[in-house]
């Protein structure tokens, strides 16, 4: 599948040098122009993604989070990494599923907003928080406040409800979705670390709005198994939009 508006995106050379022959697909830009692509179909697809140079982009320490994250969970396999002059890349082996977002999904937001939520209660519940060694703890995010007037977040900052391996972007993209519906994996770890759940659940919930038609923030909470806690979420999104 191709998000609309990604169809004429060109691959650089180190893509096509991935690729060595076999058909391209364009699937994502994100926000600071990475680019990602699909190499084949069906089951024996792999992608690229490939990152222009910028601070936000560490396609390393991603591949380092998918190794550890693979033994818990399904995430994309690494089948390489690396940097190039123009830019790095992150080369993987497909998992089932498509994004959330897709055109079918968006029509049919029920279902989708229900397997990111079990996606992410599964994701919460699996990865061991003793065992990781990443964390995506408030100082090291007070740190990248951008805008001064922001740092009054630091003084606010709740208590933890509950400690877990957060996954850092869980926007709805990046959980897959099967035919079926249910969810199949994670992508995009590169944020992944230890944090109180509700800095994930305040941007899925928050992301919810952004994708898909309606409101679907309670429905999403009650299929993940918990309560709102307003406070929290309003916490972590402002969090979120200052850094
Ligand atoms: N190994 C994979 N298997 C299946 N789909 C994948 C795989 N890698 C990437 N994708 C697809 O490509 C999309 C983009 O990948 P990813 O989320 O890692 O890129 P990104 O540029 O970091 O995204 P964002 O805009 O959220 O920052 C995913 O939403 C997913 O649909
Ligand atoms: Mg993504």
């Known amino acids: 599948m191709s998000i609309p508006g990604t169809e004429q995106l060109e691959p650089p050379d180190v893509v096509?040098?991935?690729?060595?022959?076999?058909?391209?697909?364009?699937?994502?830009?994100?926000?600071?122009?990475?680019?990602?692509?699909?190499?084949?179909?069906?089951?024996?697809?792999?992608?690229?993604?490939?990152?222009?140079p910028h601070p936000e982009f560490d396609l390393e320490r991603e591949a380092t989070k998918l190794r550890w994250a693979a033994r818990f969970i399904t995430v994309p396999p690494v089948l390489g990494v690396g940097p190039t002059v123009t830019g790095s890349w992150l080369h993987t082996r497909g998992i089932a599923g498509d994004t959330a977002i897709s055109p079918r999904w968006v029509a049919e937001p029920r279902t989708a907003v229900r397997a990111i939520a079990l996606g992410l209660r599964a994701l919460h519940d699996r990865l061991p928080v003793a065992d990781c060694p990443f964390s995506w703890s408030l100082p090291d995010r007070f740190a990248r406040i951008i805008r001064p007037e922001d740092r009054s977040l630091v003084a606010e900052a709740p208590e933890v409800d509950r400690l877990v391996v957060c996954h850092g972007d869980a926007c709805a993209p990046n959980t897959l979705v099967t035919t079926d519906g249910?969810?199949?994996?994670?992508v995009d770890l590169g944020s992944l670390g230890v944090a109180d759940r509700w800095a994930d659940?305040?941007?899925?919930?928050?992301?919810?709005?952004?994708?898909?038609?309606?409101?679907?923030e309670e429905e999403f909470l009650a299929a993940y198994g918990v309560e709102p806690d307003w406070a929290r979420i309003d916490f972590y999104r402002r969090l979120w939009d200052a850094t």
């Open 16 to 52: 096509r040098e991935i690729a060595a022959g076999r058909p391209l697909t364009p699937v994502w830009r994100n926000e600071l122009g990475g680019l990602t692509f699909q190499i084949g179909d069906g089951a024996e697809r792999e992608f690229v993604k490939w990152c222009p």
């Open 182 to 186: 249910g969810w199949s994996g994670h």
């Open 201 to 216: 659940l305040a941007v899925a919930t928050y992301s919810l709005g952004w994708n898909f038609p309606g409101r679907w």
